[in-house]
């Protein structure tokens, strides 16, 4: 369980490291604006700007869905690319405690995570998967890390 623990937290932080180090290779997508209750405020709420990327050479395409309170908003094939890629969707959520669910079919994995929403967020969802054959085999799993502040694709 601790090592399980360690492993995401690590793949969380790779995940930041990597759209920072590797921002200069993207190309950004202004994304789907979300619809249904948390944007039914219009410019009410806080901004949250969500980049997703499948990070796994050996599932390409993979399936992704994103939801945030039920509310699907993500639902589509990402290449790995140079795993380099980070697709951006511009949200709104409102003040609170917020439940990000991601899953894949093709990938074989789920995630679950509630974060606060206080101002604006910065956030990431990752697709990993390495197979016992790699010199670092990684389980098939969802990262998920926020920021506070913008995260710096340049």
Same mark, same amino acid.
């Given at each position: 369980? $601790?090592? #399980? *623990?360690?492993?995401?937290?690590?793949?969380?932080?790779?995940?930041?490291?990597?759209? &920072?180090?590797?921002?200069?290779?993207? $190309? @950004?997508?202004?994304?789907?604006?979300?619809?249904?209750?948390?944007? #039914?405020?219009?410019?009410?709420?806080?901004?949250?700007?969500?980049?997703?990327?499948? @990070?796994? =050479?050996?599932?390409? =395409?993979?399936?992704? $869905?994103?939801?945030? /309170?039920?509310?699907? &908003?993500?639902?589509? @094939?990402?290449?790995?690319?140079?795993?380099?890629?980070?697709?951006?969707?511009?949200? $709104?959520? =409102?003040?609170?405690?917020?439940?990000? *669910?991601?899953?894949?079919?093709?990938?074989?994995? /789920?995630?679950?995570?509630?974060?606060?929403?206080?101002?604006?967020?910065?956030?990431?969802?990752?697709?990993?998967?390495?197979?016992?054959?790699?010199?670092?085999?990684? =389980?098939? @799993?969802?990262?998920? #890390?926020?920021?506070?502040?913008?995260?710096?694709?340049?």
């Amino acid at each position: 369980m $601790r090592i #399980a *623990r360690l492993v995401l937290i690590s793949m969380a932080m790779l995940s930041i490291l990597c759209i &920072v180090a590797c921002a200069g290779n993207q $190309r @950004q997508s202004a994304g789907p604006v979300a619809s249904g209750p948390e944007a #039914a405020a219009g410019e009410e709420g806080f901004a949250f700007t969500l980049y997703v990327s499948n @990070q796994c =050479p050996t599932v390409s =395409p993979v399936d992704i $869905r994103v939801w945030i /309170d039920e509310e699907i &908003v993500v639902d589509e @094939q990402f290449e790995v690319g140079n795993q380099h890629v980070w697709k951006k969707f511009e949200l $709104r959520l =409102p003040e609170g405690e917020h439940t990000l *669910r991601a899953g894949s079919t093709s990938g074989e994995a /789920d995630f679950e995570k509630t974060f606060e929403v206080v101002g604006d967020l910065w956030a990431t969802v990752g697709y990993w998967y390495y197979s016992e054959e790699h010199y670092n085999p990684t =389980p098939r @799993q969802f990262s998920f #890390a926020t920021s506070e502040e913008p995260i710096n694709f340049q």
